[in-house]
């Protein structure tokens, strides 16, 4: 149940863009401990059809490339460019 909850509360931050990269990283965490729990339970093929690693590898590469606002407008264009 606390994963569940835990679960809703990364994806409506991920949805609703608020600490983006460390929500990024956190859902990568528990996804992946969902593949490997999945994995010893109930073998390699139960995350393969769930598609649990490619939902954990998305959350990976969002929190690579996640940079946030900080420094940059929402297009692109840095700060002092606007000035």
Known sequence: MLETVIECGLGMALVLG??????AWASAALLTSFAITMSVALGVL????????TAAGAAL??????????G??????????LR
């Open 46 to 53: 139960a995350p393969l059809s769930y598609s649990v690693f």
């Open 18 to 23: 608020v600490y983006q990269r460390e929500v």
């Open 72 to 81: 940059s407008t929402r297009s692109g264009a840095p700060q002092s460019a």
């Open 61 to 70: 590469l969002l929190g690579v490339v996640s940079t946030g606002y900080s």
